[in-house]
């Protein structure tokens, strides 16, 4: 049967019970825990707080970097009253691979750490009793892992990641865990696809259930009356004069959906959903039939001591500052954000291009700069990664467009971040993926991927896979910084010039560009790393992006500072952000705004 993915929700039939809090947690580096019989309870363990990335609570080096095997867990008791049902784990997510263990029995694996999956424990249960919960995870990386890299060893058996990506790797049970019941005939999906004619809208719809009874779906609008309801598992909602989700403009409609028996209702699922189309005609992104022009960020999940667990006033303040600024969207780079954050978005009308995890497909750990050097790494030749890598990217995309498909938020999907895209074996692979998200999408969503420095309109063989161009350049940082930044002009207007001659027809967006910057560091004249140089840096960018009509957005690298592996490159981190990573404004915040109040939302249309 299929693995609902809905989100967790309390209705008159489903009952939802949070198990977040301290866990017992082990490190595993022998991986003997299964035999020795972790999975009925981890002895000698230490306390671990569940959502929480596990990294930066140590102390000590070898704790903060560990990699391999490490457990947590938990008892629960499930009341007696909830016999009949459906009893379900639900995690949000387990970095970056888990096996569940309830009551001593291997009930579940999954791939991938940042979409959620659920494990059915109906047969495993102890009624009114309490019942033991153990998760095996695993940190390792590898070609065939969302996002990849590598895994040394020491000579004393240690291991140590090494990411082919920017940000730390951070693990754990970073989002929340809960167990969900739900009714023995149940709703286990439903999908929407908006049309808008007039001042009224349609919004067909398809029910999935695990029964036969009836459905029926109703919508009520955000004072509470119906707008509009349909019975069937497909059907189509016609609501006349509706107000539709617009950017920083949201409207949400609340969608009821039960299964019933003549009266008597059998289960029930809510949502709220925003009405709106999307869609690239030409050089224009448009929501709802009207050109948007994109004004934002690349961001991360990341923020002290919890390092990527889920901190609703973290994502909270983001989307103050975010509001504060101007912008009206991001990236969820470079990987899928938690549900909290998609239904934020949702509330505020901000714009998301939803990426997945496959990001580092290029084998190197300074990728990001030997990119713009044009050194190559032949990632797609690998026999693996024709194989592992893209079986582990497809589970991902189902997962993720069925995860994200309802949300008004969503605009695009971002499919991968700076590949090595300057190899035929690349195209292949692009194929396939590119035609899985179309497939899988009712909404049709753009599709588009990052282009990395070194996949230019000559060498790179797979951008005509894009609705949209997403190009992340750093001329006047990796390439013709400081006091050479006229070349980098010359340079980035020569390189844009040249995509203008293909005559592509489709929009552009930069999903990024940024300078490294200290706060508090200023320098006059400028130098590169200073707050001056940061808005020298922007400054030229934009002149660039405001010459070209086809460029249709502008996402900085990055919305604040964040954590990554340490090392030359990197000064705790990379300090791209416009603001600190505790959130305070840079000088380049206050130009930033000053920039967005004056763009309008259909700037360039
Ligand atoms: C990139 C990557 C991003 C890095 C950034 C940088 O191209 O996509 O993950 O953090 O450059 O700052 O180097």
Request: hydrophobic fraction near 40%; proline fraction near 3%.
């Amino acid at each position: 049967m299929k693995q609902s993915m809905l989100y967790p929700r309390t209705t008159r039939t489903r009952r939802v019970a949070d198990l977040c809090g301290m866990w017992d947690f082990r490190f595993d580096p022998q991986g003997c825990g299964e035999s020795e019989g972790w999975q009925n309870g981890i002895p000698d363990a230490l306390k671990m707080v569940v959502p929480a990335s596990f990294n930066d609570f140590f102390t000590d080096k070898q704790s903060r970097e560990y990699t391999g095997d490490f457990w947590y867990s938990t008892k629960f008791i499930v009341p007696a009253e909830w016999k009949g049902g459906h009893v379900d784990l639900r995690f949000d997510a387990a970095t970056h691979r888990a096996d569940v263990f309830v009551n001593g029995r291997k009930l579940a694996f999954h791939e991938g750490g940042f979409l959620p999956f659920t494990v059915r424990i109906d047969d495993a249960v102890k009624w009114n009793e309490e019942n033991i919960v153990s998760v095996r995870l695993n940190n390792e990386l590898s070609h065939q892992t969302l996002p990849a890299g590598t895994t040394r060893t020491f000579s004393d058996g240690t291991k140590i990641s090494k990411p082919y990506f920017d940000f730390f790797n951070y693990a754990g049970l970073q989002r929340p865990v809960r167990l969900v019941v739900t009714p023995q005939e149940e709703i286990l999906d439903f999908t929407v696809n908006h049309k808008i004619s007039g001042a009224g809208a349609q919004t067909d719809y398809e029910v999935e259930t695990s029964g036969n009874h009836d459905v029926h779906v109703s919508v009520f609008d955000e004072d509470g009356n119906l707008a509009a309801e349909c019975d069937g598992k497909r059907g189509a909602l016609k609501i006349d004069n509706a107000r539709l989700w617009n950017v920083l403009d949201a409207y949400l409609y609340t969608f009821c959906i039960t299964i019933h028996d003549g009266g008597e209702i059998i289960d029930e699922y809510i949502e709220q959903i925003g009405i709106r189309t999307v869609e690239v005609r030409g050089t224009d992104i448009l929501v709802n039939g009207k050109s948007v022009y994109l004004k934002g960020f690349g961001k991360h999940e990341d923020f002290f001591v919890r390092g990527r667990g889920l901190d609703l006033a973290v994502a909270k303040r983001d989307f103050e500052l975010m509001k504060w600024i101007g912008a009206n969207s991001f990236r969820t780079s470079h990987y899928p954000y938690s549900e909290e954050i998609l239904q934020m978005a949702d509330r505020e009308g901000f714009l998301v291009i939803d990426e997945i995890a496959a990001v580092g497909f290029f084998a190197s750990i300074l990728n990001f700069m030997e990119a713009s050097t044009g050194k190559t790494s032949a990632f797609f030749d690998d026999e693996a990664v024709q194989t592992k890598t893209k079986e582990n990217h497809k589970a991902a995309l189902r997962e993720l467009i069925q995860r994200d498909k309802n949300h008004a938020c969503v605009i695009a999907w971002s499919l991968l971040n700076e590949p090595e895209t300057t190899n035929e074996a690349a195209v292949p692979y692009f194929h396939e993926i590119f035609s899985l998200a179309h497939e899988l999408d009712v909404q049709k969503r753009p599709r588009t991927f990052a282009l990395i420095m070194n996949s230019m309109p000559d060498t790179c063989k797979c951008y005509s896979f894009c609705d949209f161009i997403s190009l992340n350049r750093y001329y006047g940082w990796y390439m013709s910084g400081g006091y050479e930044i006229r070349d980098a002009k010359e340079k980035f207007i020569a390189e844009m010039n040249a995509w203008r001659d293909l005559k592509l027809d489709k929009p552009f967006i930069f999903t990024e560009f940024g300078a490294d910057t200290a706060a508090g560091m200023h320098k006059l004249p400028s130098v590169m790393w200073s707050e001056e140089y940061q808005e020298e840096y922007l400054k030229m960018q934009f002149e660039v992006f405001d010459s070209y009509d086809f460029v249709k957005g502008e996402q900085i690298w990055n919305f604040a500072d964040f954590q990554t592996v340490e090392g030359i490159m990197r000064v705790d981190g990379n300090k791209k952000g416009v603001f600190t990573r505790d959130r305070q404004p840079k000088a380049a915040a206050y130009m930033l705004r000053r920039r967005w109040e004056n763009l309008k939302t259909d700037y360039k249309s």
